[in-house]
């Protein structure tokens, strides 16, 4: 098994940045496409980026691109998501996901596990 946790969350300003953190324990394969998703109250769980196992490959939903970034320090078993300009409607849970095998996936079913999640709020 992989455990996925989270850190990184927190409230902040409009405008402002947060950077989060996702570490992998367990049984890490040497080569596993990571992901973030996010779940606002009352909706569904959306993609956010991914990357794959080099980090040579990202992808990113249309309203983070140019915000936000996913990149990896694999010797550390962790990835980040760095996000930038900050937006009300991105408060949401923040979720880690991790795929025993090479690419990247945007989609939930792809991923064969997940962290907890860690709340962002973005005030206005």
């Known amino acids: 098994q992989v455990q996925l946790v989270e850190s990184g969350g927190g409230l902040v300003q409009a405008g402002g940045s947060l950077r989060l953190s996702c570490a992998a324990s367990g049984r890490t394969f040497s080569s596993s496409a990571r992901g973030w998703f996010r779940q606002a109250p009352g909706k569904e769980r959306e993609f956010v980026a991914a990357i794959t196992w080099s980090g040579g490959s990202t992808i990113y939903a249309d309203s983070v691109k140019g915000r936000f970034t996913i990149s990896r320090d694999n010797a550390k078993n962790t990835v980040y998501l760095q996000m930038n300009s900050l937006k009300p409607e991105d408060t949401a849970v923040y979720y880690c996901?991790?795929?025993?095998?090479?690419?990247?996936?945007?989609?939930?079913?792809?991923?064969?596990?997940w962290g907890q999640g860690t709340q962002v709020t973005v005030s206005s």
């Open positions: 996901a991790a795929r025993n095998s090479a690419g990247v996936f945007s989609t939930r079913l792809s991923y064969d596990y």
